[in-house]
């Protein structure tokens, strides 16, 4: 009798893992969709860099369109808020987490931006700042990193992943088309020799 039930809570939590791998792609395919097209349209800018900061989406002063776009559910989440002047206005753009620790406070940046969006980072002019490091009885010693500092850079290194998929797909996508080139090619010259 009671290995139905654990045959039951087996099939139960099997069932829940293939959907939730499942909805795990969708998700991922739906990322990279997004993320390519956002590269896509990204155009450079050079930007002088006044604050940056962790703050709620209705506190950090955007469009109230981008505001009202967003989904309830992260519209009290705290995102990367960067200001910074653009030629001769100063704007509130949204930044990509892996990023946002490469942003230099009062510092002029070479980036691609996206509508209010900063994907990358070019060339910074100022030094990234350098862990504090703290002396205790002459020896010198690192500052710990948080909780919120590892998964910002864990994060990050999965940007940069995503970003390495997104051109290796591209140069897969090249060499596919040149190999199909070179194929047209070699007929066309079988059909000129014939």
């Given at each position: 009798?009671?290995?139905?039930?654990?045959?039951?809570?087996?099939?139960?939590?099997?069932?829940?893992?293939?959907?939730?791998?499942?909805?795990?792609?969708?998700?991922?395919?739906?990322?990279?969709?997004?993320?390519?097209?956002?590269?896509?349209?990204?155009?450079?800018?050079?930007?002088?860099?006044?604050?940056?900061?962790?703050?709620?989406?209705?506190?950090?002063?955007?469009?109230?369109?981008?505001?009202?776009?967003?989904?309830?559910?992260?519209?009290?989440?705290?995102?990367?808020?960067?200001?910074?002047?653009?030629?001769?206005?100063?704007?509130?753009?949204?930044?990509?987490?892996?990023?946002?620790d490469?942003?230099?406070?009062?510092?002029?940046?070479?980036?691609?931006?996206?509508?209010i969006?900063?994907?990358?980072?070019?060339?910074v002019?100022?030094?990234?700042?350098?862990?504090?490091v703290?002396?205790e009885?002459?020896?010198?010693?690192?500052?710990?990193?948080?909780?919120?500092?590892?998964?910002?850079?864990?994060?990050?290194?999965?940007?940069?992943?995503?970003?390495a998929?997104?051109?290796?797909?591209?140069?897969?996508?090249?060499?596919?088309?040149?190999?199909?080139?070179?194929?047209?090619?070699?007929?066309?010259?079988?059909?000129?020799?014939?």
């Open positions: 009798m009671w290995w139905i039930i654990v045959l039951i809570v087996l099939v139960v939590i099997i069932g829940a893992m293939v959907a939730l791998y499942i909805v795990g792609n969708k998700m991922q395919k739906k990322q990279l969709a997004q993320k390519e097209e956002m590269l896509a349209q990204a155009q450079p800018a050079n930007m002088l860099i006044i604050d940056k900061k962790y703050m709620p989406l209705k506190d950090a002063k955007l469009p109230k369109v981008v505001y009202e776009q967003t989904p309830k559910k992260y519209q009290k989440a705290k995102v990367p808020v960067v200001k910074a002047k653009v030629g001769p206005q100063i704007v509130t753009m949204l930044c990509d987490d892996a990023i946002f490469d942003l230099p406070t009062k510092g002029e940046v070479k980036a691609m931006v996206s509508g969006y900063i994907v990358s980072v070019k060339s002019r100022k030094q990234k700042n350098a862990p504090v703290e002396e009885n002459g020896k010198k010693k690192k500052k710990k990193m948080t909780f919120r500092e590892k998964m910002r850079k864990q994060q990050a290194q999965y940007q940069q992943q995503l970003k998929d997104i051109e290796n797909k591209k140069t897969k996508e090249q060499l596919k088309a040149e190999k199909e080139k070179a194929k047209r090619e070699r007929e066309r010259a079988k059909k000129i020799t014939d």
